[in-house]
């Protein structure tokens, strides 16, 4: 079964407008778990615009499903991970001007310090995904490291439409085909929304699916709960018509 990781970041990012305790995202991972949700993913960034120590701690506690915490390889993010143990820690590359996550990580071209970071991790305990663009080389790098899963970057395949979107989504296909027979699993996330989802969830040996942005702005209108069940119910219909 294709597992839905929602990602509750924009919850805590209109708490953090008003430097308030309302909505909490602990909630809403509560909210997405009713409505069917197979993962909750969190990024604790470094400037902490969104999800905050706290939040991370008692999702830690309280999540009854898998726990994804996305974050970058700075020292003091790997020690809270280390210390809460997430069921699965998924690095990104982090810049503080961005609006959000803007590419995938340069592991071929950081590669030592990445590798220091998994080593941590995995003296942990934790399961390790990395969030990649769809080229060899990353891929290379991560199979390298040993690292359990790759979450392709989908954002250009969300961005383009027509002829342009349909090369993304064969750059994709051909990555996911290249992470499956290394042995890691193949995830997918960035830009996926109740559109283009179908396409990507189609994917030969896709896992996981991590949507954030386009769930929340539904749920603004229709409730968190609904929205996730009616995401999910695409990932169903995926997989009957593949």
Request: hydrophobic fraction near 40%.
């Amino acid at each position: 079964m294709l597992e839905l990781g929602v990602n509750i970041d924009h919850i805590a990012t209109i708490r953090q407008a008003r430097k308030t305790y309302e909505p909490d995202p602990v909630t809403a991972a509560a909210m997405a778990e009713l409505g069917g949700a197979d993962c909750i993913t969190v990024h604790l960034r470094e400037d902490r615009r969104h999800i905050i120590d706290r939040d991370v701690r008692i999702l830690a506690d309280t999540v009854n499903i898998k726990l994804n915490l996305e974050m970058s390889i700075a020292n003091d993010i790997v020690d809270i991970a280390c210390q809460t143990k997430p069921n699965q820690v998924t690095l990104v590359p982090e810049k503080r001007e961005e609006v959000t996550t803007e590419g995938g990580l340069d592991v071929a071209g950081n590669y030592s310090n990445i590798e220091s970071t998994v080593k941590r991790l995995h003296d942990a305990g934790i399961s390790i995904s990395l969030f990649l663009d769809p080229e060899e080389a990353q891929i290379e790098a991560a199979h390298k490291l040993q690292v359990e899963a790759v979450e392709l970057h989908t954002g250009q395949y969300a961005l383009n439409s027509g002829a342009e979107r349909n090369a993304c989504l064969q750059e994709l296909i051909t990555s996911g085909r290249q992470i499956a027979d290394a042995g890691m699993t193949l995830h997918a996330g960035h830009g996926l929304n109740y559109q283009n989802v179908i396409p990507v969830a189609r994917i030969d040996n896709m896992v996981e699916l991590n949507i954030g942005h386009s769930i929340i702005s539904r749920a603004i209108f229709i409730g968190l709960t609904q929205a996730v069940q009616e995401m999910k119910q695409l990932l169903v219909i995926a997989e009957s018509k593949h």
